[in-house]
């Protein structure tokens, strides 16, 4: 069992002031809980005619709340003055439930099984990384999804390509 929260976004705006962008940017950040230096690589994006950015995080602690992050970001100028942003955003916090543990010993006396008795303990889980590949596969595709669900048109101009 998972015990999680999930937030997702996407967002495409045309013809940011470059002026404004960081503001912008700034106010995408928080809305999105972006740490600052994904903020700063978004920004990044005035100083290039292109920038594309794709980000995986996975923070796994055995036991302990852990995350998963992935977003996909472009940014292109399209003149001097005027910038445009794409952001795709899925975020998981999740903890993994623990392993139970159930071990039967049988209780004999002068070799008659008189009965079992049972111990039940437990262990937290461990992911492989293949395990971890899975989660991350799976988190792609949900922003994918969600970003193409919200920009219809985004997926007509990625299918004209193939």
Known sequence: ??????????????????????????RLANRHS??????????????????????KEFVFNVGQDSQL???????IKTSDSKIDLALMYYRLDFKLAPMKI???????????????RTSIHYEPRNLSEKDQDCFTNFFRYKALKGFLLENPAAGNQLTQGL
Do not use: C, H
């Not at 600052?36 to 920038?51: C, M, R």
């Open 69 to 75: 992050v992935y977003m996909k970001v472009a940014t």
């Open 34 to 55: 972006l740490p600052a230096d994904k903020k700063e690589e978004i920004l990044d994006g005035q100083y290039a005619a292109k920038n594309y950015l794709v980000s």
């Open 1 to 26: 069992a998972v015990v999680s929260t999930q937030s997702t976004g996407s967002q495409v705006m045309e013809g940011i002031n470059l002026y404004d962008f960081e503001k912008v940017v700034e």
């Open 102 to 116: 159930e071990t039967r010993r049988k209780k004999r006396f002068l070799g008659i099984k008189t009965g079992t």
